[in-house]
């Protein structure tokens, strides 16, 4: 259980942790007082930033630096920075909304990456989102013969998405569009996850000597439909700037990023909180390689459902009073774009 803070403990905290992310050093106490123009002696600052470190929310690197806030302290520091921020920020919202418009990107999968691509330039951290289709509705299945044991399935889904992959079934020509209008008619209107879930019901109760082809079809489309909700990420590259002088680290961070299940698996718990952006700490995710970074993600929507997130990785030692807002904002350009297109 953690302990409360006063006011001048929280107060000295906060601006400790402000200079250290400005800074980059520990923090001592003269120091902070100069900077802060503080109305307490440097001897009152040092009694403070003890107890500070007592409770967990500093540490002391070295036994003559100043101190550095804990995760436990970034995260009072994190906290507070919500109550200040949340204001949309209109210009950056219409900028956005221009350039993806003046880019004449339809797809919804292309709209992210071009998305990615600006937060990663703009922030020279690591860009990632992911397009959620599991709330959007069927409205065709079409199968359409590439070769001779190879069926391309095409799904659009409403509002305004396609999903389309070559699978391996031998299917007679002649059958395909009856086919096609059998699945059509079974799941028009129902979501994605509506569609799995029957799948997987009906998989479990075909009788291989009665219907095997129905059987190899059903587990091709959702293997198909299990494939969705894959991760974007756009500036891999940055890790490198990030943890430059750990070659081991950089290594396991990238095999995440390239695996992505585990990375997907932080963003569906995030999914399942009320919170509209959060950040989270690289030791929250109980992923060691993480550790020196945070995460900074925000949800999009079309309506009342949420149709993906969109986020940053980068150091734990961030600008997080600016990069907040503004994946807090790309968020919302992406939201207002996908609802126009709907």
């Not at 409770?55 to 919500?82: C, E, W």
């Amino acid at each position: 259980m953690e302990e409360r803070l006063t006011e001048r403990e929280r107060d000295i905290l906060l601006k400790l942790t402000e200079l250290y992310i400005r800074e980059g050093e520990p923090v001592g106490s003269r120091t902070l007082q100069k900077t802060f123009k503080l109305p307490f002696s440097p001897a009152t600052i040092r009694n403070v930033m003890a107890d500070l470190e007592d409770k967990g929310y500093l540490y002391q690197p070295h036994t003559s630096a100043g101190r550095v806030p804990t995760d436990k302290g970034l995260k009072i520091y994190i906290n507070s920075l919500f109550l200040a921020l949340g204001e949309e920020d209109e210009t950056l919202v219409n900028r956005l909304i221009d350039y993806l418009k003046s880019e004449k990107v339809q797809d919804r999968d292309e709209i992210l990456l071009k998305v990615l691509d600006y937060l990663q330039s703009f922030t020279g951290y690591v860009g990632f989102g992911v397009n959620l289709v599991e709330n959007l509705t069927v409205e065709s299945i079409t199968l359409v013969k590439v070769a001779s044991e190879k069926v391309l399935i095409v799904i659009n889904f409403k509002p305004d998405y396609v999903l389309h992959k070559v699978i391996r079934a031998s299917i007679p020509e002649g059958e395909l569009q009856k086919l096609s209008r059998a699945l059509t008619q079974k799941f028009r209107g129902k979501t994605l996850r509506e569609v799995k879930r029957e799948l997987i019901e009906e998989i479990d109760g075909l009788r291989k000597e009665i219907a095997e082809l129905s059987f190899k079809l059903n587990t091709q489309i959702l293997k198909t439909l299990n494939e969705v909700n894959h991760l974007e990420i756009q500036g891999t590259a940055n890790i490198v700037n990030m943890v430059a002088d750990d070659i081991a680290r950089m290594k396991k961070v990238l095999e995440i990023l390239e695996e992505k299940s585990l990375f997907l698996e932080i963003l569906r718990n995030f999914l399942e909180e009320k919170k509209e952006v959060s950040v989270i700490l690289g030791s929250e995710t109980e992923v060691e390689p993480l550790k020196p970074f945070s995460l900074v993600i925000s949800k999009f929507r079309i309506g009342f459902k949420n149709s993906g997130v969109v986020g940053i990785i980068g150091p734990k030692r961030m600008d997080y009073t600016s990069v907040i807002p503004l994946v807090e904002n790309v968020a919302r350009a992406l939201s207002k774009l996908l609802e126009e297109k709907k």
